[in-house]
């Protein structure tokens, strides 16, 4: 069984770089993958046939933007109905990034 890790940044963004960086130093065995925006990251979700892999999803939340609301709405009713998939609830990368503090 394989884990993934799916973006919504595209390969050259920094969100992207982060987590593929981030994930190859703690846990080089997940595959971050980049699905280059928030629209096409929901449909590979609803469209996952796949259910003996895991996926961990990342969206970042966004409470301004009304289709991104949209779009993370959907996310969690695709989400749902597969076992086998997990979405961070995170508020961005970046925040992250400000958490590291309590890693050292």
Known sequence: MKTYL???DREEK???IFWKIFMGQLCPEIVVESKKNNSELVKAVKA??????RYVIVFDN???NLQV????KLLRKYAKD????????IICF????LEFKDLI
């Open 14 to 16: 920094s969100g992207y």
């Open 69 to 72: 609301v949209m779009e993370q």
């Open 48 to 53: 996952l046939r796949d259910n003996e892999n």
């Open 94 to 97: 970046e925040y992250i990034l």
């Open 6 to 8: 799916w973006v919504e």
């Open 62 to 64: 966004s409470f301004d």
């Open 82 to 89: 597969k076992d086998n998939v997990l979405l961070l609830d």
